[in-house]
Every structure is written in structure tokens, then in C-alpha cells.
């Protein structure tokens, strides 16, 4: 599965979030009005499923090992409802509705994902450097961990983790105790949790207030950082409009590395990566996802800059081989020059397999519109353009 890794500011918020089984991003005022970085948090709460596992990082040591676990039918959720409108209400309004109540700084408790040992929570952290040095060429998304709440990472990376924990953890497992391992009461929080959401919406996450807070008059969003996450959260829920343009995938994050490691301000980043298994096969990958997106028109630039992602993901990711990719760019128009650029330039001509080797041409990708439904509260999406079709 993927896993989360989650900054944390003291060992007593560590404690306390392995005593709940429950993490939660503290977000700022919002201010009426959602920016970019609400938005992304939203995306990457919206992509976490039951099974993924969660870590914790403190003072360059890493904690572990947990795994995000359904209470109802579900591993995440609104802390109190209405909480993914940008207003700001009082603590005492929203006092006895809260699923996390860690006192007066629950408004800005927005979003909670519930959690549980596995198989233990290990005291011993294991530090930063040591975690690299365990498999290098593993680790990918950790080294860009840089000023963020949290990041998510592929199952590759994730059994890295898990690997390293486990081995130097490995009395823990085999003789827990108060000395090697956190106690955790996570059943009575999470039952709590139960009772309150049974059969009550009210704290359903949705992106629905996101994007008709944010939508300008043309239909077009305000932020590349909401399409994101709307994308994303749309996917997750397998909305069938959605997933006949983009397909499904059993990852998806948003903002993957997608150059030569240098620093953090100037790294290129993909806007939506993702990735899924042979039916039946898993761990074996069949298919690759790039998505690049712009929030106006799409200009030739933003097709080429996709097509250097898709390059990338070739060498990185699949082996040379072209045809596991499917690219796409999202915008709410397309130029001339976009359009003309995309006929000339985004076929590739690869060669696959040895004795024999095969000659194979690449063309797998779609420009996309996108508008904001005012009846759904969801983006409508449409291909304008495709070679392979």
C-alpha cells in the first residue's frame, strides 16, 4: 500500500495522536476564501484509502508503524461539519459536534483520518539519514519533504519504510512493552467517531464547497491547486464522468518529483501521478498516469512541459517503455498553438524486448477541458484532443 508521513511539533502530539488513532492537520484561517494550500491539503486527505500506512516525524526521527483503518465506512472526514466551508465558526458552536476535540484550536482541526497499530507503534524512531542510507534508490518523495504537513508515497517507497522499522524493531515485535512500544486506546476514540457519523453526511469529506467558493464567473477556477484536488477526490469516489476521461488508478498523489534532485524551489513537479496494477497481479504495475494542469489556457509551453514529464516517467518509472503511460493536460481552453504543438510533437518512437526487439510508436495522450457543474458542485470534463483514439 502507499504511506503517509506526518510532521509532527512535540513528542506530546505524538503520544496523543497514537493514544487516538486519529491525525489532523492544523490549517490556518481561511479567511472566507480557500488558498492553494488548503486546497492541497484537502487533495491529499482526499487521496487516502484504508490499508495505506502512516509514520510520524519528529526532530529528524521517524515513528511508526500505523495504518489507516475505516471506522463506518470510511478512514477520513470532516472534524465537525461544514468544516470544509472557509468560514470560521467559535469553538463553543462547534464544541459538541467535534470528532477530535483537542480544545480551542479544534476550528482548525478541519480534516481527520483515523488510524491503528501495525502491528505496534515502535518507540524507537529511526533517524532521517539512516532511513535514506537503508535503500537509496527507494526513496524518492522523502527527500523532497520540505516545509509540508505531510506527504504521501508509492508502495515502493512505503516497503522501505516498513522495512528499515520493522528491522530495527524487531524485540518490539517479538516482546512488546511499555518500554519499546506506545500504548494506544484507539478503540474508544474511534467508537466515539461510530456513533457520530452513523448515518449522518454531515461529516462526509467533499470538495463540493472548495470549488463553488472559488469558481469564477466563466466557469473556470480560480486556483490550479483545486482541479487537483478535485480530480483527485473525484477519482477516489470513482465518479463515472471522471473516470471515463482519466481512467482508474489504484495511486494517486499530486506534485511528484519530476526532475534531477536539486533544490526544493526550483525542482519540477508533476501535478497528478498515479499508477495501476495488473488486475489480479498486484504489486505489478501495468499502467502509468501523468497529469499536468492549468487553471486558463493551455499554450504550446504546457504541452511540451508535459511531454518532458512523460519523458521522465519513462526513465524513472517504466523501464524505457512508452506504452505504459497515459498523459493528459487539463485547462479550461486551449490556444492554437497548443493545439498545433500537440499534433507535431507528442508522438514517440520506442523499441522494446531483446531478441526480438520491437519497434513501437507512442501517442497516448488527451487534452482536456474542464468546468465547474453548478447543479453537481464538480468539475465536468471533456477531450478535445487525442491522436490515440
Known amino acids: ?127 532521517m539519514d539512516e532511513i535514506l542510507s537503508s535503500s537509496p534508490n527507494s526513496f524518492k518523495i522523502l527527500r523532497a519533504f520540505w516545509k509540508l504537513s505531510f506527504i504521501k508515497f508509492s508502495d515502493e517507497e512505503n516497503q522501505a519504510f516498513k522495512n528499515i522499522l520493522l528491522r530495527r524493531n524487531i524485540n518490539a515485535i517479538d516482546y512488546p512493552s511499555n518500554e519499546n512500544t506506545f500504548d494506544t486506546n484507539f478503540q474508544e476514540f474511534h467508537h466515539v467517531i461510530n456513533e457520530r457519523i452513523k448515518n449522518n453526511n454531515l461529516y462526509s469529506l467533499s470538495i463540493a464547497p472548495f ?36 481512467g482508474g488508478w489504484d495511486y494517486l498523489t499530486r506534485q511528484v518529483i519530476a526532475s534531477p534532485f536539486k533544490p526544493i524551489d526550483y525542482i519540477d513537479k508533476m501535478d497528478i501521478f498515479g499508477y495501476r496494477y495488473i488486475v489480479n497481479q498486484k504489486p505489478t504495475i501495468s499502467n502509468y498516469l501523468v497529469i499536468e494542469i492549468k487553471r486558463n489556457a493551455v499554450n504550446a509551453q504546457d504541452v511540451l512541459q508535459l511531454m518532458k514529464y512523460v519523458d521522465w516517467v519513462k526513465n524513472e518509472y517504466a523501464f524505457g517503455d512508452y506504452g505504459m503511460i497515459k498523459a493528459f493536460i487539463v485547462g479550461f481552453e486551449f490556444t492554437d498553438d497548443a493545439l498545433q504543438v500537440f499534433e507535431n510533437i507528442v508522438e514517440r518512437k520506442f523499441i522494446y524486448g531483446v531478441r526480438p526487439s520491437v519497434s513501437a510508436t507512442w501517442n497516448d495522450v488527451k487534452l482536456v477541458s474542464y468546468s465547474f457543474n453548478s447543479h453537481t458542485n464538480l468539475l465536468d470534463f471533456e477531450i478535445i484532443a487525442e491522436v490515440n483514439g
Open 1 to 127: 500500500m502507499a504511506g503517509f508521513l506526518f510532521s509532527l511539533d512535540s513528542e506530546k502530539s505524538l503520544i496523543d495522536s497514537i493514544n487516538k488513532g486519529i491525525y489532523s492537520t492544523r490549517l490556518s484561517t481561511p479567511n472566507n476564501v480557500w488558498r492553494s494550500h488548503h486546497e492541497g491539503t484537502f487533495a491529499d486527505y482526499c487521496s487516502m484509502r484504508a490499508g495505506d500506512n502512516v509514520y510520524f516525524f519528529i526532530d529528524r526521527k521517524i515513528y511508526g508503524i500505523g495504518t489507516l483503518t475505516n471506522v463506518n465506512d470510511d478512514c477520513k472526514f470532516l472534524n465537525y461539519p461544514n468544516a470544509n466551508l472557509p468560514v470560521v465558526q467559535s469553538y463553543d458552536e462547534i464544541q459538541s459536534q467535534l470528532l477530535l476535540d483537542i480544545g480551542i484550536d479544534s476550528i482548525n482541526m478541519r480534516f481527520i483520518c483515523t488510524f491503528t497499530p501495525y502491528p505496534v507503534f515502535f518507540r524507537n524512531g529511526i533517524d
Open 211 to 246: 470549488l463553488n467558493t472559488i469558481v469564477n464567473e466563466d466557469g473556470s477556477l480560480k486556483h490550479e491547486m483545486a482541479i487537483e484536488a478535485a480530480i483527485i477526490f473525484q477519482l477516489t469516489n470513482k465518479h463515472p464522468q471522471t473516470l471515463n476521461i482519466f
